[in-house]
Nanobody, 122 residues
Framework: QVQLVESGGGSVQAGGSLTLSCKIS?????RGWFRQAPGKEREGVAL????????YYVDSVKGRFTISQDSAKNTLYLQMNSLRPEDTAMYYC??????????????????WGQGTQVTVSS
């Protein structure tokens, strides 16, 4: 069973930055960050193919968020810059044995962390 533990959430003013981290217990083919705001469905934010490093971002975060990984530490990161109030959500890291955009966009990854709250005030 793959275990994921997020950290790094918090409160920040609009325009600020935060970096989320996710420690993953073992190798998985695909990893991503997701978020869920109150009353909304969970959405995929950023995806990375573990072995190749290819990335994918949802349009709303392109140019502001960067997904990266430290393979030696088996840790996934999400650098979030120019944060907006609409970025407020619970953020989750997740891992999957496939790297299918459909599974990413529908938030159907196999393994999930417990989430970390990000709150952006205007």
């Amino acid at each position: 069973q793959v275990q994921l533990v997020e950290s790094g959430g918090g409160s920040v003013q609009a325009g600020g930055s935060l970096t989320l981290s996710c420690k993953i217990s073992q190798y998985t083919y695909c990893r991503g960050w997701f978020r869920q705001a109150p009353g909304k469905e969970r959405e995929g934010v950023a995806l990375i193919y573990t072995s190749f490093g290819n990335t994918y971002y949802v349009d709303s975060v392109k140019g502001r968020f960067t997904i990266s990984q430290d393979s030696a530490k088996n840790t996934l990161y999400l650098q979030m810059n120019s944060l907006r109030p609409e970025d407020t959500a619970m953020y989750y890291c997740a891992a999957d044995s496939l790297c299918d955009l459909g599974r990413f966009k529908s938030a159907r990854f196999d393994y999930w962390g417990q989430g970390t709250q990000v709150t952006v005030s205007s």
